[in-house]
């Protein structure tokens, strides 16, 4: 006897989907959308004009300095992807597996305390204390070392991504590990595998997800970060968010500074697409 | 207990009675004048660089007239036509501009009001080009009226660059300079400035042949290994006044001079090559319901006691326009009249660096597209 697939609706479960559907739609798919649309505009005598033109992008796309800045952009994005990924775990460990519940609850308070200021005053702060004269070189020249350059340079960028993404990403980690099934962890162990091999061959796995997640998170933010560049990294050279606000400035090009942004956010798509599918792989 | 007390309060004394009867006719009568006075309360929605609006600047008119400002601030003349054209007609009642932008504004005829030359002080300013200030007039007819300016020259850290050295943008290229030359980040003040530093001053250093501009964009180039960065406004504050930056392109006393009033070993001059005005105007929007406020504003910014708060903002200060309102700020702030030239005789005053043909007005490219200068301004930054 054939047995009848069940094409009934389940609304219970749709009632609860509806709201993220429909926010997704309202507040991205329509902007995307009309963020595509507005590429292909025109503008003139400093009016944009509605219509269906391709030389935006092509004019865009033929530039070097296009190019240039996508690809800093993008490496950029990607070093403060790994660097924080790599400071973060071994913080998310020891939260995860070596303190007490209270000192981890503590732990995630103070992680969380940083995103109740702005991210704008906490960046202006960092000049404060990268400068040549700033805290870092001051206290550096009490040993005779320095003055080091570190505000409006690569490693200013940086900073800024971490300080925007660190706490975050830690704390992605330290959810990922906590979930470990321990008695995976003690059966590796009493299997004779050691401390550092169980990291990479137990728990690194089992908590794949969540540290994927977190890395994408994190290029996410610093790809599209627009503040650290500009006031850590002097925008020298700039990034393609700087870029958008840059192409606004020359005559209400707002469709050129669409084409960067909908470059921004096709990348972002592929990059996030990539990384949701590498962490669900099941391993062969 | 609870239901004694309530009662008490369901059955008041005659007296209390009497006591709350009298309150409330008392609320009920004064009622409709408290709900008057608020609202003949005129908002003014003004759409402006940042500090414009601020308490230093309108206080005195808001109390005076009833009124409170409410401002949108905008960075740049190209935001400001993108805030007026993403708002719906009636947002705002009065538009401060970039000289260079007022004459896009009114090129587009339909979004600021023609004003009456008579309604203000014209035979009272300080120069005649700035009663007939070019974009401000079309076909003869007043859209906008100036209200302040400034002069853009070379700005730097007096510890480490001497006024002499400043004196000529060439300073920029002094080998000490390296990694310590800063750009306001906008195309048109700096590339002006290099203009002008080649020679491009007659018309104006915005309009140059093809060949003046390819030299132009070479020099420009050619300064690149001594630059630090580019800096928005908080960030050429934060970067002249860390010492990040000694020399700093494309600004002038409208930045340091108000580093300078705070303490900050900074200044800027106006070099042998000449300098470049900016102009800030106010046109009222043709949409607005209130143009008698705003025109009253206007006037009040062109009184000398408005003139003497737009030379002391505290965002950003700018000279007076108006002959009554130098004097005033010579009366009631003498520093900052000496500090800034507003005295006679002296040898930075802004009116006789005009005379004497070494400022030029900032405006847009003319003989290439704002689009060419900004393309190449990306280029430059990514040089």
Redesign the interface.
């Known amino acids: 006897m054939a047995v009848k697939s069940d094409t009934r609706v389940n609304w219970y479960a749709a009632t609860w989907r509806l709201p993220m559907l429909v926010w997704q739609f309202l507040f991205f798919v329509i902007p995307l959308a009309f963020l595509v649309y507005l590429s292909f505009w025109l503008v003139k005598n400093y009016r944009m004009i509605p219509g269906f033109d391709t030389v935006n992008w092509v004019k865009m796309y033929a530039k070097g300095y296009f190019w240039d800045a996508y690809y800093l952009t993008f490496g950029m994005a990607t070093l403060s992807m790994v660097v924080t990924t790599l400071i973060a775990f071994p913080c998310a460990y020891a939260l995860a597996f070596k303190v007490s519940d209270t000192t981890r609850r503590w732990a995630i308070f103070f992680l969380i305390i940083p995103f109740f200021t702005s991210y704008l005053v906490r960046t202006y702060s960092w000049q404060v204390i990268l400068a040549e004269q700033g805290v870092i070189n001051a206290v550096l020249s009490y040993i005779g070392l320095g003055p080091f350059i570190m505000l409006n340079t690569k490693i200013g960028t940086l900073v800024g991504y971490l300080t925007l993404c660190l706490p975050l990403v830690v704390i992605l980690q330290t959810f990922s590990l906590a979930n470990i099934d321990r008695n995976l962890i003690e059966a590796a162990h009493n299997l004779g595998c050691g401390r550092l091999r169980t990291v990479f061959t137990v728990i690194v796995p089992l908590a794949k997800v969540g540290l994927i997640i977190g890395a994408v998170f994190c290029f996410i933010l610093s790809f599209g970060d627009f503040v650290s560049p500009y006031y850590l990294g002097g925008s020298r050279p700039p990034t393609l968010s700087i870029l958008i606000i840059d192409t606004t400035k020359s005559g209400q090009q707002w469709p050129k500074a669409a084409v960067v942004a909908v470059t921004m956010i096709a990348t972002l798509l592929v990059v996030a697409f990539a990384a949701v599918s590498a962490a669900y792989r099941k391993r062969a | 207990m609870q239901k004694d007390k309530g009662s008490k309060i369901l059955r008041p004394t005659r007296r209390k009675l009497l006591q709350y009867t009298g309150a409330a006719a008392a609320a009920t009568l004064f009622t409709p004048f408290v709900h008057r006075a608020w609202a003949d309360t005129v908002e003014l929605n003004i759409l402006s660089w940042y500090g414009l609006a601020e308490p230093d600047m309108v206080e005195k008119f808001e109390a005076a007239n009833n009124v409170k400002f409410k401002p949108k601030y905008y960075a740049?003349g190209?935001?400001m036509?993108?805030a007026l054209?993403q708002s719906p007609a009636g947002t705002f009642d009065i538009i401060h501009t970039d000289a260079e932008y007022a004459r896009?504004l009114i090129?587009?005829g339909d979004l600021v009001d023609e004003l009456n030359a008579a309604d203000y002080p014209f035979d009272d300013m300080l120069y005649d080009d700035f009663t007939k200030f070019p974009g401000h007039w079309k076909d003869g007819k007043l859209y906008s009226v100036m209200t302040r300016f400034g002069h853009l020259g070379v700005s730097y850290n007096k510890e480490h660059v001497t006024a002499e050295e400043a004196m000529s943008y060439d300073v920029f290229w002094n080998p000490k300079l390296k990694?310590k030359v800063?750009h306001f980040?906008?195309?048109l003040p700096s590339l002006g400035q290099i203009s002008l530093l080649n020679g491009n001053n007659n018309p104006s250093p915005f309009d140059i042949s093809a060949d003046a501009w390819a030299k132009v964009m070479e020099k420009t180039l050619s300064l690149k290994p001594q630059?630090?960065?580019?800096?928005?406004y908080?960030?050429t504050f934060?970067?002249l006044k860390?010492?990040?930056m000694w020399a700093c392109v494309g600004i002038g006393d409208w930045v340091t001079g108000v580093l300078e009033k705070d303490g900050a070993a900074v200044g800027s001059v106006v070099p042998k090559e000449g300098g470049i005005q900016w102009t800030e105007s106010y046109s009222i929007v043709s949409s607005s319901t209130k143009k008698d406020m705003a025109k009253k504003y206007i006037q009040y910014t062109l009184s000398p006691a408005g003139q003497v708060r737009s030379a002391n903002m505290k965002a950003y200060p700018g000279f007076c326009v108006t002959k009554s309102g130098q004097k005033a700020l010579q009366g009631q702030s003498p520093d900052e009249a000496k500090r800034t030239g507003q005295v006679d005789g002296a040898a930075n005053n802004p009116i006789t660096l005009i005379k004497e043909g070494h400022i030029h007005y900032r405006d847009?490219p003319k003989q290439q597209?704002?689009?060419d200068?900004?393309?190449f301004?990306?280029?430059y930054?990514?040089?």
Request: charged residues 30%; glycine residues 16%; aromatic residues 12%.
């Open positions: 740049g190209d935001n036509l993108a054209s896009i090129e587009r990694d800063g980040d906008w195309h630059v630090k960065g580019f800096f928005d908080g960030g934060a970067s860390n010492g990040e847009t597209s704002l689009e200068w900004n393309e301004w990306s280029e930054k990514n040089a």
